[in-house]
């Protein structure tokens, strides 16, 4: 399941009570770092925390790896315990408060960083040899240590109709050759000028929280801009601020004035199909819709470069090890044993999301080389770019977010940017630059 359709999902934060009452007490055979007593089969019992209440498909997934696991040796149980996504991570925050995390639980790739270096989590040793030919974006690597791994990853392009370019003289751009800053808003005037749609393209303004910094901080970086200096990860002056980022803000916020995308979108996402957007930037777990409804006159297009070069964002759910767990061998074992190209296709066909191994690629049907959904592989191996691995991160995103609502709705480009950048330095100055 998508990065967005996660975030979707609601639940109330009495849930989350109710499941850490549940997972760190209660009645189980075993405490959730498999120190406890044994299962009656012998087996010492391990917990695993997933966000995926939600998210049936991925959670039957995540409940197959784990039942294949635990048949495949004697020693371990893992047991798993889903969580509403919007409650997920307060509960994971509040049992590391009490150090009564699980074992095994998952992590948004960005957040890796952060909860490393708060020490929820301890490195895990899965072989390189499993490790080394996966995606980059699908390691959660902070400072050279490993810390958790995906079994997919996320990639965006822009969603567009063959028919629609060719109808107003528009190049389609190939991955050797995407659209430049000037190619890209002459396409976007043209279609505005057919007066066939409500909006040239689609940006989902209306999903909040991640998909901000993970979908709008890529323009901004091929701009030139970023969201904090990674030379060093001490300031965010003269990156989110600079002459750079001040040309990103005045170009996304025209996007808005002129009516070039909606500034109010609703959250569903679904504009393009619909034919209100001409074109969609979006995902690769959108492609099979997009399919259904324009066929082969679907197109799935690289990012534009917008002065520097073409970025995306890399990085979506792993899976990582409480710094309290005393079984290291039961989450080390099981990552491994999922690492098994089947199991990284499965999650990969059913989700639409980006397959974390050539051999997964060359198992499934929907990212085979020709397909329009391969196109994302390519421009995740080509222009993919994490955001900031920094403990800071979480902050950084927050105000990021926030930054980028008021540009949309029309405050000062400079006046936002620079507000933001003392934010952020401040808080990175009250924290010894999480050293």
């Excluded at 949309?408 to 940017?417: E, F, P, R, S």
């Amino acid at each position: 399941m998508s990065i967005l359709a996660r975030n979707l999902r609601v639940a109330a934060l009495g849930v989350a009570g109710a499941l850490v009452l549940a997972a760190c007490g209660g009645g189980t055979s075993a405490g959730p770092n498999g120190s406890a007593a044994d299962t009656p089969g012998g087996k010492t019992k391990v917990t695993m925390w997933t966000h995926n209440a939600g998210n049936e498909v991925e959670l039957k997934l995540v409940q197959q790896v784990t039942d294949d696991y635990n048949a495949s040796q004697d020693k371990y149980e893992i047991t798993v315990q889903a969580f509403p996504q919007a409650s997920y991570n307060d509960a994971v925050v509040s049992a590391a408060a009490s150090k009564s995390l699980p074992c095994l639980l998952d992590v948004d790739a960005p957040i890796t960083p952060s909860w490393a270096y708060a020490e929820y989590l301890q490195p895990l040793t899965v072989a390189a040899e499993l490790t080394d030919p996966l995606l980059p974006g699908v390691k959660g690597i902070y400072e050279d240590k490993l810390y958790s791994v995906g079994f997919y990853d996320a990639a965006l392009g822009i969603l567009a109709r063959k028919s629609v370019l060719e109808d107003n003289g528009i190049r389609i751009p190939s991955v050797d050759q995407p659209w430049t800053s000037e190619e890209f808003d002459a396409a976007l005037a043209r279609i505005k000028a057919s007066g066939k749609y409500d909006y040239p393209l689609s940006l989902a303004t209306g999903w909040l929280g991640e998909w901000y910094p993970y979908a709008y901080s890529p323009l901004l970086q091929s701009f030139g801009g970023d969201l904090v200096d990674r030379s060093d990860f001490s300031t965010a002056e003269g990156v989110l601020n600079g002459p750079r980022a001040v040309k990103w803000g005045e170009w996304f916020q025209g996007l808005f004035k002129n009516e070039l995308a909606n500034p109010k979108e609703s959250v569903d996402g679904t504009d393009f199909v619909q034919g209100k957007a001409a074109m969609q930037w979006a995902g690769s777990w959108s492609v099979g819709d997009a399919i259904k409804k324009y066929g082969d006159d679907t197109l799935v297009l690289p990012p534009p470069n917008l002065g520097k070069q073409p970025y995306i964002g890399a990085g979506s759910w792993q899976w990582g090890m409480s710094a309290t767990c005393r079984t290291p061998e039961a989450v080390n074992g099981w990552i491994s044993f999922a690492l098994q190209d089947k199991y990284l296709s499965a999650f990969s066909e059913q989700l639409g999301n980006l397959p974390a191994s050539a051999g997964a690629q060359a198992l499934g049907t929907k990212f085979k080389e020709g397909t329009k959904e391969s196109a994302y592989l390519q421009f995740a191996r080509k222009y993919a770019l994490i955001r900031p691995p920094t403990p800071a991160y979480p902050f950084i995103a927050k105000t990021f977010e926030k930054a980028a609502q008021d540009i949309i709705a029309g405050a000062n480009v400079q006046d936002t940017l620079n507000t933001a950048v003392d934010a952020i330095d401040k808080n990175l100055a009250e924290n010894n630059n999480y050293r």
